[in-house]
């Protein structure tokens, strides 16, 4: 998850509306047994704006536990208990559920933002190998961020297990989810005279052919550790 606090804290459009907001709150949402992850992105966010307001919310009354280091916890779901956040993270919360609750559970979360609020929908294994994350505002998905441990996952569609649940089960052939995948393999086999200089080098290599292939990955700003990319979501949408 630390892969998707970087990305969130250095992506334009998050810092931009972060910095602009009256109220800048951000939810947790669902943020589990342990409010750990909830302080860490606290404390990444915080680099963007200092006086950021985090609340980790909870459906589970169990799990709420007192607030620590300026960060708030509380029950709440999809509802948001009733705030008006610029930005929710909901990480790991909608792959409990059946793809078909997720038009739902999305237009639930997009209806309770701030106006120019955002979400990150997103996934990762268990030790944050392999990240994906969907960014939406109220008009609906923007883009596709995929992001893996270039040491332990040895290609691209290495990620396909831990897709959001909007895309987990439309990795098959035919559907835009599966040839992006398909091609990133390719381009990054294509990339292997690089693999002595790293899995990075290969990458950003890899990246661009698949850009010279019409693949419309974001421009990379600086150097990740990760291997990372974002497209828009009009290049993986689920074809119905
Ligand atoms: C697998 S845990 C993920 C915890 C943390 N976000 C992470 O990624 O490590 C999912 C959590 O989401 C919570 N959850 C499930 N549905 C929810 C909902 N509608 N609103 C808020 N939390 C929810 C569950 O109670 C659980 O604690």
């Not at 999305?106 to 996934?123: A, E, N, Q, V, Y």
């Not at 268990?126 to 109220?138: K, P, S």
């Not at 990795?171 to 393999?185: F, K, R, S, V």
């Not at 990740?224 to 979501?233: K, M, Q, S």
């Amino acid at each position: 998850m630390r892969r998707g606090d970087r990305w969130l804290a250095n992506d334009p459009l998050v810092a931009d509306r972060l910095r602009a907001a009256g109220d800048p709150l951000v939810v947790d949402l669902g943020y589990g047994a342990s409010p750990v992850t909830t302080l860490e992105l606290a404390a990444r966010l915080r680099t963007v704006r200092a006086d950021l307001r985090v609340i980790g919310l909870e459906i589970d009354p169990e799990r709420v536990v007192p607030g620590r280091d300026g960060v708030q916890f509380a029950r709440g779901g999809f509802e948001l208990a009733g705030l008006r956040p610029i930005l929710v993270r909901a990480f790991n919360v909608l792959r409990q559920y059946p793809e078909s609750a997720v038009p739902e559970a999305w237009s639930r979360i997009l209806s309770g933002l701030h106006p120019d609020g955002l979400l990150m929908d997103g996934t990762c294994d268990e030790l944050g190998r392999r990240c994906a994350w969907i960014l939406l505002d109220r008009t609906g998905p923007l883009s596709l961020t995929l992001a893996w441990d270039p040491f332990t996952v040895e290609q691209p569609s290495g990620i396909a297990e831990r897709l959001p649940k909007a895309l987990i089960h439309r990795n098959i052939p035919g559907e835009p989810i599966h040839t992006l995948l398909t091609a990133a393999d390719r381009a990054w086999a294509h990339s292997s005279p690089l693999a002595p200089y790293g899995p990075r080098v290969r990458w950003r290599h890899a990246a661009n052919l698949l850009r010279d292939q019409g693949f419309p990955l974001r421009p990379q700003r600086r150097r990740l550790r990760d291997n990372t990319f974002t497209v828009p979501w009009t290049t993986v949408a689920p074809l119905s």
